[in-house]
């Protein structure tokens, strides 16, 4: 008996991605693989029913139809309290679970004897590139962050010489620089600002410049040796931290637009940008906040919203991602097709290597209990 994936619609208030694209429902039904995807999940994402008919999968009419036969439910975000009761006995769940903050579902899905993977566990190997959804979604944010500082902004980003005068180019400070972090500094470039960084990895260094902006930390030894050989960050002096904390401040005051984009698993967010260091930047100035999910980098800040101090705008987006739905999708849609190839064996069937140090990672719930480490030692 062929195997089943399930793509239902996203529920969440404000998602617009969906779990699959005509391409990746293609090689599976090419595979053998039954695809059922419910109407209109991909609405949001400018993907027709139709279009995934033509690609070989079968419409649902509601959410618990498209689940309920189900060997495999992939999602964006993780379910809800009627996708939970709708699968079947042994299914296998994929999706962003968010498992530190959204723990009743992650219990509701042991409880219902639901195998659950969290694609943010996808561990950063080589091997499992291709899978890492926090990546591709990141990356596409970095960019939408700029685009949104683009359109909050009063001003145009590039230099124009014109004959009634100069405009002058945005200065931009990108602080953080991860995937996110590393795509706004180059897209800020590709539309002429000004653009400087920081990051407490002296590594950074090395990225920032070759992208074409302006590296900005105390570089003194300490700093030169805050890196650990596995590649993170050592706690520096409170000298240092004092030293860091004034050239930032005065250099926030320089600065048009700052984007924030500091996160850490499974805490709140650090704060990069205080009260004081907003009220010094001038009135027309934007900041963008990707770190707002987790409470924020940005004092001030409030999810969703576009908070305005002195002249000065605050934007922290909690889903940036959906304002580009289709090439969100897109990506996390392949992400999801190379995870759930660790899933079924090359003849078809349903049978996952759970010593797989990738299925291991990800793994939350499994034979009805919450069995991921960190997640039982989370309060």
Not at 34 to 52: P, S
Not at 148 to 163: E, I
Not at 280 to 303: R, T
Request: aromatic share 4%; proline share 5%; with cysteine.
């Amino acid at each position: 008996m062929a195997i089943t994936i399930a793509i239902p619609k996203e529920t969440r208030a404000g998602e617009t991605r969906v779990a699959a694209t005509p391409d990746t429902v293609k090689k599976w039904t090419a595979a053998g693989i039954a695809v059922q995807v419910e109407t209109g999940a991909g609405l949001g994402a400018a993907i027709t029913d139709q279009a995934f008919v033509d690609a070989g999968a079968h419409i649902a009419k509601s959410a618990t139809e498209t689940i309920k036969t189900a060997d495999i439910v992939l999602k964006v975000r993780g379910p809800e309290a009627a996708e939970i009761a709708a699968l079947k006995p042994g299914a296998h769940l994929v999706a962003l679970l968010d498992a530190y903050r959204e723990k009743e579902p992650l219990a509701a899905l042991a409880k219902a004897g639901a195998t659950a993977y969290a694609m943010e566990f996808v561990p950063r190997i080589t091997r499992a590139q291709v899978m890492d959804a926090l990546s591709s979604q990141a990356n596409l944010a970095g960019y939408r962050a700029v685009i949104d500082a683009a359109a909050l902004y009063g001003k145009a980003f590039p230099m124009m010489m014109t004959a009634a005068g100069t405009v002058a180019p945005a200065k931009t400070f990108i602080m953080g620089v991860g995937v996110a972090g590393l795509q706004a500094i180059a897209t800020a470039r590709r539309l002429g600002a000004v653009v400087s960084a920081t990051d407490v990895r002296p590594a950074t260094k090395e990225q920032v410049e070759s992208l074409g902006a302006k590296f900005t930390a105390v570089e003194d030894e300490e700093f030169k040796n805050a890196q650990t050989a596995g590649g993170y960050a050592k706690e520096m002096s409170a000298e240092y931290k004092a030293k860091q904390a004034a050239l930032v401040t005065a250099h926030i005051a320089k600065q048009d637009i700052v984007i924030t984009t500091a996160l850490i698993p499974g805490r709140a967010a650090p704060i990069l940008v205080t009260k004081e260091q907003v009220a010094s930047m001038k009135p027309g100035s934007v900041l963008i906040d990707l770190a707002a999910p987790q409470g924020g980098n940005v004092e001030g800040c409030i999810p969703d919203q576009i908070v305005e101090v002195n002249g000065v705008k605050i934007y922290g987006p909690t889903n940036i991602v959906t304002a580009i739905a289709t090439d969100a999708s897109a990506l996390y849609a392949k992400n999801l097709q190379a995870f759930v190839g660790l899933l079924i064996t090359k003849d078809g069937a349903l049978a996952p290597d759970f010593e797989d140090e990738i299925l291991k990672a990800a793994l939350v719930t499994k034979d009805g209990a919450i069995v991921h480490p960190s997640l039982k030692a989370t309060p």
